[in-house]
């Protein structure tokens, strides 16, 4: 599970580096649901929320008002990759079915289910990026999970 | 990891479900890099090459031109991931680490990286799905791990 948390951040970061060259007002276009900053920033935030959670930690509320440029999110992700590489790294199969109930949302979940919605819901939104840098006549990093030596071969 | 293709066959089906009421010109309509017919076949193709890779299974070779309608690649859907299931109930830790290579494409992989690709792939087209819904007034499929009861409570 760890490695789609390496291989997320990776992306992530290629992402940041694809989009310095954008002005940042193509960043800041609304898009229909959304814009390409607020996506970078939402991946990061329901992110570190989940893990917080995880943790039984109390939710940070940020609002994006706060960071509305690419330095901005870059640095906060960083700041949270941080924190959550050195829990990740204390993760054990003992976790996988512990339950979980945060404070932003009713239900149950077990860690393990949490860990895989939080995998999930970046790769699902950097889908929606990809779309939205050809529209820009960006060429899309790659989803590949492949060929990024996360697997030692 | 199974979790996650379960996860990624529950909302395959959504979607199959949701584009039911769309017409056929509508799915095949050319929107930038490809259509929606075609990301959904492309979905299944890409899943099924990949798990008979896994298995040293030569791949076969399926032309879109041949499953043109919603019907045939939800039946090309359903009868891959039957088969898919069968061979992952076999799935142990061990095989992680081991190495393949498949005919299509350079490089040695782990099967283990494989199968995260594969999740990964199938998560990332679903997110283009959810905008091109949007642009034909449809509310798309949650992308939501959490919440379907995928992890018995």
């Given at each position: 599970?760890?490695?789609?948390?390496?291989?997320?951040?990776?992306t992530?970061?290629?992402?940041?580096?694809?989009?310095?060259?954008?002005?940042e007002?193509?960043?800041?276009?609304?898009?229909?649901?959304?814009?390409?900053?607020y996506?970078?920033?939402?991946?990061?935030d329901?992110?570190y929320?989940?893990?917080?959670?995880?943790q039984?930690r109390?939710d940070?509320?940020?609002?994006f008002?706060?960071?509305?440029?690419?330095?901005q999110?870059?640095?906060?992700?960083?700041s949270?990759?941080?924190?959550?590489?050195?829990?990740?790294?204390?993760?054990?199969?003992?976790?996988?079915?512990?339950?979980?109930?945060?404070?932003?949302?009713e239900?149950?979940?077990?860690?393990?289910?949490?860990?895989?919605?939080?995998?999930?819901?970046?790769i699902?939104?950097?889908?929606?990026?990809?779309?939205?840098?050809?529209?820009?006549?960006?060429?899309?990093?790659?989803?590949?999970v492949?060929?990024r030596?996360?697997?030692?071969?």
């Amino acid at each position: 599970m760890i490695k789609l948390f390496q291989y997320n951040w990776f992306t992530r970061n290629e992402w940041f580096e694809l989009f310095k060259q954008v002005p940042e007002e193509e960043l800041l276009r609304n898009r229909g649901p959304s814009c390409i900053l607020y996506i970078l920033f939402h991946i990061c935030d329901v992110e570190y929320s989940w893990i917080r959670g995880i943790q039984g930690r109390p939710d940070i509320q940020i609002q994006f008002e706060n960071y509305k440029t690419l330095e901005q999110v870059k640095e906060l992700s960083d700041s949270w990759i941080k924190e959550t590489e050195v829990f990740l790294n204390t993760w054990s199969d003992d976790c996988e079915n512990e339950i979980v109930s945060v404070s932003w949302t009713e239900g149950r979940y077990t860690k393990g289910e949490i860990l895989r919605h939080v995998i999930a819901h970046e790769i699902h939104h950097k889908g929606q990026l990809a779309l939205w840098a050809r529209e820009i006549g960006l060429q899309p990093i790659s989803a590949n999970v492949i060929g990024r030596g996360l697997f030692g071969i």
